[in-house]
């Protein structure tokens, strides 16, 4: 199996392990730190040329200011809490485009156009129930509230680890400072 990369944004550490112990409630096994999705998979090659482009575009990309909000779900069966930002999508359509990964991956992974800022919560393909998963959400408009805003410095590349079938940390890149 080949290695797999995507690019996500990082909370607050003390946020971080707030969602973390929110889902260990739901979840024993967790695929991946909390996150906020960036860039999917498509076009992140285990040749990894593709992480000079990314440093390329971050060099150039000012830090911002960021927060997430309410719980909402993808279909019935994916529920994340939202993370409107007008910077990201910029951020997002500028590594997208800098890599240009071939239109069906662009598709495939909901990018560009399709693209929904979010941080997941848990998926039903985790083995949750749809009743889980509501009782999830309401549960996080109490436990997971106020919502953070925090500044976005840098953003974090995680790669797959094989054997533990987990995405792990495998290198932040800092936002022009």
């Known amino acids: 199996m080949e290695k797999e990369y995507f690019i996500g944004i990082v909370?607050?550490?003390?946020?971080?392990?707030?969602?973390?112990s929110f889902q260990r409630k739901w979840l024993e096994d967790l695929h991946v730190e909390p996150h906020i999705t960036l860039k999917a998979q498509g076009g992140l090659t285990?040749?990894?040329?593709?992480?000079?482009?990314?440093?390329?575009?971050?060099e150039h990309f000012k830090?911002?200011?960021n927060s997430l909000d309410q719980p909402m779900y993808f279909g019935d069966n994916i529920l994340y809490l939202s993370a409107p930002s007008n910077h990201l999508h910029a951020l997002h359509?500028?590594?997208v485009q800098e890599?240009?990964?071939?239109?069906?991956l662009i598709k495939h992974y909901f990018e560009l156009d399709d693209f929904v800022p979010h941080l997941t919560l848990a998926k039903e393909q985790y083995g949750l129930s749809k009743?889980?998963?509501k009782d999830m959400e309401t549960l996080a408009n109490k436990e997971l509230t106020?919502?953070?805003?925090?500044?976005?410095n840098f953003v974090r590349i995680y790669e797959l680890n094989v054997t533990k079938q987990k995405y792990e940390h495998f290198l932040?890149?800092?936002?022009d400072s």
């Open 11 to 20: 909370p607050p550490e003390k946020y971080l392990k707030r969602i973390e």
């Open 99 to 104: 890599i240009s990964p071939p239109a069906d």
């Open 46 to 58: 285990p040749d990894k040329n593709w992480i000079a482009k990314v440093q390329k575009v971050c």
């Open 131 to 133: 009743q889980q998963l």
């Open 63 to 65: 830090p911002f200011h």
């Open 93 to 95: 359509q500028k590594i």
């Open 146 to 152: 106020p919502y953070p805003s925090f500044t976005v």
């Open 172 to 175: 932040d890149i800092p936002l």
